[in-house]
Structures are given as C-alpha cells and as structure tokens.
C-alpha cells in the first residue's frame, strides 16, 4: 500500500485547508486511516481517523469542531478540512493506515503499517 498526502501550505490564521491522502496498491485490505501531525522537535501526534467502512470518526480534543475527516472510497483517498485554523496547528501532517487497527489504538503512531511522505502546514499569525 502506498499513500501519497497533498493539499498542506501557508495560511493565515482562521483559514482552512483541506488535505489528501490517495491510497494505492492492496487498498481493499485496509480497515482505517489516521491523520498524525508532527511539529518541530516535538513527537507525532494523533489528529484524526476515519474506517474504511461506516460513519465511525475520531478526533483528538484540540482539533474537535475545527477540522473534519472523511472518505472517498471510490477514489481510495482520505480527507482532512481544517478550518479555523491557528499558530499551533503548524506542523508536518502525515496520514498512515493499516489492516486492522482496534479502536483504542487509532491514536497509537506505532500500530499503523502504512505511512505517507507528509505535507507541511504553516498557519501565520
């Protein structure tokens, strides 16, 4: 499986953007994707995760109400809208899936297989 992300870049604080990931390869056997973002000299944190089946989402507190993850499975590619975004959400955004993931480790970097290259985002204040 291969993901590729898209869609990061420079905004202003209160704007939005809208990232991408587009799955390729075995994609069929994936069971969810996670969005994680990693500032610098920080650790890489949870943001968001979505399954491949059903309307279950997850969400880490301080994105909550400001961003939105969904799916697209006929194009096999997952979205992040981020809205209202702020100084702090300024950070490497990598999206990662996996086969099976329980829920109580959707938030858990280390339990997904697959990971993308990332794609910056730069909010200004």
Do not use: H
Not at 67 to 75: C, E
Not at 94 to 107: F, G, H, Q, S, V
């Amino acid at each position: 499986v291969q993901l590729v992300e898209s869609g990061g870049g420079l905004v202003q604080a209160g704007g939005s953007l809208r990232l991408s990931c587009a799955a390729s390869g075995r994609t069929g056997s994936l069971d969810a994707t996670g969005w994680f973002r990693q500032a610098p000299g920080k650790e890489r944190d949870f943001v968001a995760a979505i399954r491949w089946s059903g309307d279950n989402v997850f969400y880490t507190d301080s994105v909550k109400g400001r961003f939105t993850i969904a799916r697209d499975n006929a194009k096999n590619t997952v979205y992040l809208q981020m809205n209202s975004l702020k100084p702090e959400d300024t950070a490497v955004y990598y999206c990662a899936a996996d086969p099976y993931i329980t829920t109580e480790r959707l938030n858990i970097s280390n339990r997904y297989a697959y990971w993308g290259q990332g794609t910056q985002v730069t909010v200004s204040s």
